[in-house]
Nanobody, 130 residues
């Protein structure tokens, strides 16, 4: 049974930092593309950042460019999201997602699409105060 478990969320002041983790089990983690999405109250779920298998490529939303960094540790079956210079508009529930992929790098349209991913975590709340 595949499980994704996010952690690291919390309350932080604007300008602060948090590091989210997504621990995976029940899958061969190295074979999966991984992504972070977020959903603020009353809004649709939106793409944040993704990383391909092996960490060869990453893609991120423009709203987090230069502030967030995605990474993965295949030995620990864990993905991370380092979030710096946080803003109140970053407040949301953050979800990690996983999709089994082959050696061909997925296209950006897929990596940034929530419907493309197969497995999801339960989410972790990030609240940024002004």
């Amino acid at each position: 049974q595949v499980q994704l478990s996010e952690s690291g969320g919390g309350l932080v002041q604007a300008g602060g930092s948090l590091r989210l983790s997504c621990a995976a089990s029940g899958l061969t983690f190295s074979q999966y593309a991984m992504g972070w999405f977020r959903q603020a109250p009353g809004k649709d779920r939106e793409f944040v950042e993704a990383i391909t298998r092996g960490g060869r490529d990453t893609v991120q939303a423009g709203s987090v460019a230069g502030r967030f960094t995605i990474s993965r540790d295949d030995a620990k079956s864990t993905m991370y999201l380092q979030m710096n210079s946080l803003k109140p508009e970053d407040t949301a529930v953050y979800y990690c997602a996983a999709k089994l992929t082959g050696p061909v790098i997925p296209g950006l349209d897929n990596l940034g699409s929530s419907s493309w991913y197969r497995y999801w975590g339960q989410g972790t709340q990030v609240t940024v105060s002004s």
